[in-house]
């Protein structure tokens, strides 16, 4: 049984909760969506080959700088990416514009993580967490996170058929999910403003460690998602 955590964990778990569900929430529509607002399968496949390149870029350089400029700011500035591509997907059927957010905004196709929050919260927590609870914890935060993909997954499909069921169009029902989408990275822009500076490196520590662990966290995330990726392509 997980033991009681600080505030700040509790915090970290909860937006690995929200982030993760989220992710699962738009994933099982966003192919849909970005047919129905009639782009070429060219255009969709050129658009999520951009959005993992503008992941991988962006997320590097917050989470090499984290330490350096802020934790929880950097967070912020993931949260703010969310929402900018979640809101920009949402309004527009303009293809640049939608370069522009898949690019530079975090919006994951596939469900599996992205952007800068794994690193950033891994290091945070390891350094809140005792050494003897350490490994129990991460293995909570990972557990919480896939059953988290999973409902939300299970909730995004589920309202869009309730909302077609009601007369919606598919179009329709889809932009639904992807505002869904942009409201959850405001609610994780809120909770990150409640973590305290104890998720922030301390003094004396190294930063040139905690950089390297970012480095390690951020390639190893990265690299299985896009490994799970190209599979998924050759199948299909």
């Given at each position: ?21 989220g ?12 047919e ?52 920009l ?9 939608l ?67 009601s ?45 390297s ?24």
């Amino acid at each position: 049984m997980i033991q009681p955590l600080t505030r700040n964990g509790n915090i970290l778990f909860i937006t690995r909760i929200a982030r993760m569900f989220g992710y699962g929430f738009l994933s099982v529509v966003l192919i849909l969506y970005l047919e129905q607002v009639g782009l070429s399968q060219v255009q969709i496949g050129l658009l999520l080959t951009l959005t993992l390149i503008g992941d991988t870029i962006i997320s590097l350089w917050i989470t090499t700088n984290a330490d350096r400029i802020g934790r929880r700011r950097m967070l912020l500035i993931g949260a703010t990416l969310m929402i900018f591509a979640g809101v920009l997907f949402a309004i527009t059927r303009n293809f640049v514009f939608l370069l522009i957010a898949a690019t530079i905004g975090v919006i994951s196709p596939s469900g599996y993580e992205v952007g800068p929050f794994l690193s950033i919260e891994q290091a945070a927590l390891s350094q809140i967490v005792s050494n003897e609870r350490r490994t129990h914890i991460f293995a909570w935060y990972n557990l919480v996170g896939s059953f988290a993909t999973a409902f939300g997954a299970l909730g995004g499909g589920g309202l869009v058929q309730a909302l077609q069921d009601s007369g919606m169009t598919p179009l329709g029902s889809y932009r639904m999910i992807v505002i869904g989408y942009a409201i959850i990275g405001l609610i994780l822009g809120v909770l990150f403003t409640r973590l305290s500076p104890g998720v922030e490196i301390q003094a004396g520590s190294d930063p040139s460690h905690s950089t390297s662990a970012f480095k390690n966290s951020f390639w190893a995330t990265s690299l299985k998602r896009r490994g799970i990726q190209a599979i998924w392509v050759v199948l299909h």
